[in-house]
């Protein structure tokens, strides 16, 4: 099987399209295919809503040339909530983990993921006149949690900023909108800098398909999209990537090499190839399923000196 072959051999570069969790059908049957790299864990088990978050009802089979942990949960549509729950070669039982290809996840301070459907292929907007390269380009950033609260003092949902946002930056001449990081992130105070759901647009602002539809209404106005991405290092929050299977995984398992001093948060292991491609997979997805113009990669130095 050629995925299973490139996950293996880590030059996937769309592992997205078979980790996580999938909704599909088999042999007539619909349900979540669910698929998780977890190369050193003695078990794992999908857990949630489906199951009573019962560790013991859907172990998981090991595919062990590439280290990928998969079962098909018959009847478990979008929606539902789930993690993993997985037990270290060690023996320990590891706090319940959230899917670092999630589709969907819950609003802090929840922190399951959500089975949702992986976005379509999304054609790119399409070069205007006047947009030759080297054309000028005013570019307007913002982070939406801050820029307007909704009339309830929450946060504004993706239609809400459809409706403000997009007139205001229209407006105002620019042809650009930079949003900073909207991957999901536990912590307010980061501004998103600190994120563990790649693959998920931050509930705080509504849907998966809600931010589709927010980017295609700023392509529908002329404006591209860019949005801030952090592929350089991650929080330690239990439920995240740090030691997903028990042992560094993501992060190098040499804390000179995996801590960053300053912000206290974990540092990705560039040189192991399945870290690369999960990397690599999620600038791909925000661009080809959600029709991101570009990408603004944040903390470049770190990645770079790492002394």
Known sequence: EMD????????????????????????????????????????????GDFNTWDGRRHPMRLRRECGVWEIFLPGVTAGARYKYEIRSRDGYLLPLKSDPYGFEAELRPSTASVVCPLP???????????????????????????????????????????????????????THLELLPISE????????????????????????????QFVSACHAAGLRVIVDWVPAHFPTDEHGLARFDGNPLYEHRDPREGMHQDWGTLIYNFGRREVSNYLIGNALFWIERYGVDGLRVDAVASMLYRD
């Open 185 to 212: 992130h536990p912590f307010d105070g980061s501004w998103g800098y600190q994120p563990l759901g790649l693959y998920a647009p931050t509930a705080r602002f509504g849907s998966p398909a809600g931010f589709c």
């Open 4 to 47: 299973v072959w490139l996950l293996a051999e880590g030059s996937h570069l769309r592992p997205f399209e078979r980790l996580g969790a999938h909704l599909t059908e088999i042999d007539g049957v619909t349900g979540t295919a669910f698929a998780v790299w977890a190369p050193d864990a003695q078990r794992v088990s999908v857990v």
């Open 120 to 174: 379509p292929p999304v054609e790119p907007m399409p070069v205007a006149a006047g947009e030759q390269l080297g054309a000028p380009l005013s570019v307007y950033e913002v982070h939406l949690a801050s820029w307007r609260r909704a009339d309830d003092g929450g946060f504004p949902d993706w239609q809400r900023l459809i409706e403000t946002l997009i007139p205001y930056v229209v407006d105002l001449g620019f």
